[in-house]
């Protein structure tokens, strides 16, 4: 069966870093773009990066340009994110989510009707 597992939230300060990962099971996800969204309580799930197939094209919402890296390890079949200078805003539940086709790539990758499975999520909390 298809799973995708997030770990590596936590509380950080501003201007601190965390690295996120998400591994996947029960499919090849290199052959799958995968994207990490995030959602706020009381707010809509937004898609912030998206990692492609075989070109390795990585795509980042306007709000994390520059602070937030997208990356697979093929061997280990999952996909992180690096979060460097987090602010406050950046304070989620983050959870990573596999296209549902294999040649979509990251094509609409914000929109939540691409996907067809989803990680459980994992807290991120930046406070002072």
């Known amino acids: 069966q298809v799973q995708l597992v997030e770990s590596g939230g936590g509380l950080v300060q501003p201007g601190g870093s965390l690295r996120l990962s998400c591994a996947a099971s029960g499919f090849t996800a290199d052959y799958y773009a995968i994207t990490w969204f995030r959602q706020a309580p009381g707010k809509e799930r937004e898609g912030v990066s998206c990692i492609g197939t075989s070109d390795g094209n990585t795509y980042y919402a306007d709000s994390v340009v520059g602070r937030f890296t997208i990356s697979r390890d093929n061997a280990k079949n999952t996909v992180y994110l690096q979060m460097d200078s987090l602010i406050p805003g950046d304070t989620a539940v983050y959870y990573c989510?596999?296209?549902?086709?294999?040649?979509?790539?990251?094509?609409?990758?914000?929109?939540?009707?691409?996907?067809?499975?989803w990680g459980q999520g994992t807290q991120v909390t930046v406070s002072s």
């Open positions: 989510a596999k296209k549902a086709r294999s040649s979509s790539g990251c094509r609409q990758y914000q929109m939540y009707r691409e996907y067809n499975a």
